[in-house]
């Protein structure tokens, strides 16, 4: 837009007023700007030309715009790096394109003084390209001068490929390598002829590059003789496992026995209870995140006590911390992904010197005089709650209800890699017999947890996870039709602009809000009907209050930034009631209100019954009225004349 008001000369009203050239006139100065402006308007969408459409000052105008597409906070920078870094091209687009996109990236950066080295832009465009090119970038990191590159050079490179791709008509990453695969093609009909591809000196290796696995230079890892002998032991050491494993089998090869079925149950599912099995033969997960050391392989089958079967496909140990308290070590677990119990076998703890009693509905596992777990009969089974111990932990968060009723910890844990985090909630019911606990993981456990939010005085919350500046909304209720006792999700909203969550004080409605770097985007929402009642902006709302009745809210631009200061009120379904504009605005706060007498139990009821008690209590006031002798008339409306001319 700036390079288009050069070239039509209306470049200087959007500079400082000495811009203004001496032999102009005032008159001519304004027309220059109105011509500005005007130019400037017609490049705008609609949803902008409303904030700017009473701008006269090309000046004014021109700030309003980099405040509102180039401003330089800390999100939108991390934004671009992170949507920079993320990048992919799609295997079949162009290359032009990918290159413009990926340069327009580069630029808005350093519009806001982030400038990104050459070398490292080559870097990241290279990290850019899918597997299939790998032979491409292998084969420039090798052949860089003083192994530096240059985007001049990467994109050259690029180009090429793509056209020579076209040209061949394959998608095959062979750029500048080639191999000899398989079969010389010299060789006689029945194979006896002699490769004039093969080395005929076997003396001596002629191979060049590193050994990933040893370190040493002059093989590959493929040809590498540690890594080959230690494969073999591998093989060995397994061999021996299944042959010690096959010791405890049942009807011919199965490995493991599993003596009770998921039928036996109607309530299963829940991953951190354990059920007691004193007919398994080894304990069992179907979680893999439960371990804390782990061996992947094929390790032989399972059989249920329904006769079904299931593949072991690792072993290792699993540190949980038992319903009394107490830590435990589960060792030689198998992890099964195809169960939906987590078994406990009472073999596998008699073998470790614990006691199991049984009786009474209730279960107790003691090492000598120390009671190490409990347990009680549901259905037809054993069950006890065991938790897992928090390991690899990032960083902790707590969210408590306003009532004290539940409370949420956000755990963001290390990947296995340590390279990236993933998040998950542990629920607490606190006013339940022994607090049992539910853990909740999103449906996509990379999910960056942008804001989360309980519904005051009630049972249900509210999640912003994804990627900015669109990410999804989830909705949650600690209660279900089906089962009282087990979390349930409502509903998600996909790719809403919105970065904060504002509950009404009364529970029932939300305003999603994109504050701040999100330009003041609002959402109000009725989360018992799950639906949207309005949208609307306040551009670049800092703040959002509640009135404490839950019936209006209002939305300020403080002094954080330097223009649109003042404040909005709306009503809860989102109409726009009032709206001031005030320089240097710093805080918006409602008069508390005093505690209600109603009981929480009637406070509900009207609630629900709400359209009853308004006709009921519109019915009392016109009886009332009809009371009032003409003196009380009088003196209310004096009351309300003296009450208007002092707020006027």
């Not at 630029?107 to 290279?126: G, P, R, S």
Request: aromatic letters at 10%; one cysteine or more; hydrophobic letters at 35%.
């Amino acid at each position: 837009m700036e390079d288009i008001l050069y070239c039509k000369d209306l470049y200087e009203p959007i500079e400082r007023d000495t811009a203004k050239p001496k032999d102009m006139d005032d008159e001519k100065w304004k027309r220059l700007h109105r011509k500005t402006i005007g130019h400037i308007r017609q490049w705008l969408d609609d949803s902008v030309f409303s904030h700017v459409s009473n701008e006269t000052d090309a000046q004014v105008l021109w700030k309003k715009l980099e405040a509102r597409y180039e401003q330089k906070t800390a999100t939108n920078k991390a934004f671009l790096i992170r949507k920079l870094v993320n990048m992919k091209f799609k295997e079949g687009g162009s290359i032009a394109d990918h290159l413009n996109e990926f340069q327009s990236v580069v630029n808005q950066l350093a519009t806001m003084k982030m400038v990104i080295e050459d070398e490292l832009q080559a870097l990241l465009l290279l990290s850019s390209l899918p597997d299939i090119w790998e032979t491409l970038v292998v084969t420039m990191s090798n052949s860089a001068p003083d192994g530096k590159l240059s985007m001049g050079q990467v994109s050259s490179s690029l180009f090429n490929e793509e056209t020579r791709r076209k040209l061949v008509g394959t998608d095959n990453a062979q750029a500048l390598v080639s191999e000899n695969r398989g079969r010389s093609k010299n060789r006689g009909h029945k194979g006896h002829g002699k490769s004039k591809g093969r080395s005929q000196s076997r003396g001596k290796s002629t191979e060049k590059g590193k050994c990933y696995h040893c370190g040493k230079e002059g093989h590959l890892k493929r040809n590498c003789y540690a890594w080959k002998r230690e494969q073999k032991e591998e093989n060995n050491n397994q061999k021996k496992n299944e042959e010690k494993n096959t010791t405890a089998t049942f009807e011919g090869d199965e490995v493991v026995v599993l003596s009770c079925g998921e039928e036996e149950c109607l309530h299963v599912g829940n991953e951190i209870e354990w059920v007691v099995d004193t007919g398994a033969s080894y304990h069992a997960t179907y979680n893999k995140e439960f371990f804390t050391s782990y061996k992947a392989g094929d390790f032989g089958t399972v059989k249920m006590g329904n006769t079904s079967h299931s593949k072991i496909v690792g072993i290792g140990d699993v540190c949980i911390r038992t319903s009394v308290g107490c830590m435990m070590t589960l060792r030689d677990v198998r992890h099964v992904p195809d169960l939906r119990l987590n078994l406990i076998s009472g073999i596998a703890l008699d073998r470790e010197g614990y006691m199991n009693y049984f009786g009474n509905g209730v279960w107790k596992l003691t090492k000598g005089s120390l009671v190490v777990a409990r347990g009680k009969a549901c259905c037809t089974l054993y069950k006890t709650n065991l938790k897992k111990n928090l390991i690899s932990v990032s960083d902790c968060k707590m969210y408590w209800q306003s009532n004290g009723d539940y409370l949420t910890v956000k755990v963001d844990r290390y990947t296995k890699t340590k390279k990236s985090t993933y998040t998950g909630f542990e629920l607490f019911r606190i006013k339940e017999q022994d607090i049992p606990i539910e853990v909740l993981e999103l449906e996509n456990k990379n999910d960056k947890i942008i804001a989360f939010a309980w519904e005051p005085k009630g049972h249900r919350f509210v999640v912003i996870h994804g990627d900015s500046p669109r990410p999804d909304i989830s909705f949650y209720s600690m209660r279900s039709t089906n089962n009282m006792g087990r979390v349930s999700k409502l509903a998600t909203l996909k790719g809403k602009q919105a970065n904060a969550l504002c509950w009404s004080p009364a529970g029932r409605f939300i305003i999603l809000a994109g504050l701040k770097g999100f330009n003041g985007q609002l959402e109000f929402f009725n989360v018992d009907e799950l639906e949207t009642m309005a949208t609307a902006e306040h551009f670049m709302a800092t703040d959002i209050e509640w009135d404490p009745t839950g019936r209006y809210v209002a939305t300020s631009v403080t002094s954080v930034h330097e223009m649109e200061n003042g404040f909005n009120t709306w009503s809860f379904n989102g109409k726009l009631l009032y709206r001031i504009l005030k320089d240097h605005f710093f805080q918006f706060l409602w008069r508390p209100r005093s505690p209600s007498f109603l009981s929480p139990e009637k406070e509900e009821d009207i609630a629900k019954n709400l359209k009853k008690y308004i006709k009921k209590y519109e019915a009392e006031d016109q009886d009332v009225s009809m009371l009032l002798s003409e003196q009380d008339r009088e003196k209310r409306k004096m009351l309300k004349d003296v009450w208007e001319r002092r707020v006027s």
